[in-house]
T-cell receptor
């Protein structure tokens, strides 16, 4: 069965430091992969997605992610974290379900930013 | 332009009551999804519409959950005889249609069943 694992429940990073959030997936075919961010009281916002082509994808707000098929991973990175990046981050696999359009989400990683 | 909107934002129900949650998708979006997000968890897929057709309802947890989108735009998720385990945030998302298309999420409805 398809699944998404985010090994880190909570991460604290100093402002200005680099960030890497881990995501591993289980999926039989080439996956459609997404990273979403959820701030308190806000809806989920797409940061970036991958479905083919260059395995290093650029997203909004200075985020990037790299698809590594051999490791079944799609880790999210940012070179310098800002206090406004504090939020919940979700990795997701798409193309799921009877219609092939639903998403399966990981349990999320909470990012705290210290000054 | 306007994003996905949901109403009410908060709903408190007594166990056994019926509730109806509304979703207004982005205009022109063919696809509409409902997800359930329990506290501390990621969203879980409930059901999917393409226009007015409900093509996937495999995630609905029981027959107490029912969703409709009669005119292919606004959708309603109805939960009958609510139980405490139904307490969660219910998220609606819409997209242009394909599996790689971005799903745009609404702010959610937080349902608390007492």
């Amino acid at each position: 069965a398809q699944s998404v694992t985010q090994p880190d429940i909570h991460i604290t990073v100093s402002e200005g430091a680099s960030l890497e959030l881990r995501c591993n997936y289980s999926y039989g075919a080439t996956p459609y992969l997404f990273w979403y961010v959820q701030s308190p009281g806000q809806g989920l916002q797409l940061l970036l997605k991958y479905f083919s082509g260059d395995t290093l994808v650029q997203g909004i707000k200075g985020f990037e992610a790299e698809f590594k098929r051999s490791q079944s991973s799609f880790n999210l990175r940012k070179p310098s974290v800002h206090w406004s990046d504090a939020a919940e981050y979700f990795c997701a696999v798409g193309g799921i379900g009877q219609a092939g359009t639903a998403l399966i989400f990981g349990k999320g990683t909470t990012l705290s930013v210290s000054s | 332009g306007a994003g996905v909107s949901q109403s009410p934002r908060y709903k408190v129900a007594k166990r056994g009551q019926d509730v109806a949650l509304r979703c207004d998708p982005i205009s022109g979006h063919v696809s509409l999804f409902w997800y359930q997000q329990a506290l501390g968890q990621g969203p879980e897929f409930l059901t999917y519409f393409q226009n007015e057709a409900q093509l996937d309802k495999s995630g609905l947890p029981s027959d107490r959950f029912f969703a409709e989108r009669p005119e292919g735009s606004v959708s309603t998720l109805k939960i009958q005889r609510t139980q405490q385990e139904d307490s969660a945030v219910y998220l609606c998302a819409s997209s242009l249609g394909g599996a790689t298309d971005t799903q745009y999420f609404g702010p959610g409805t937080r349902l608390t069943v007492l």
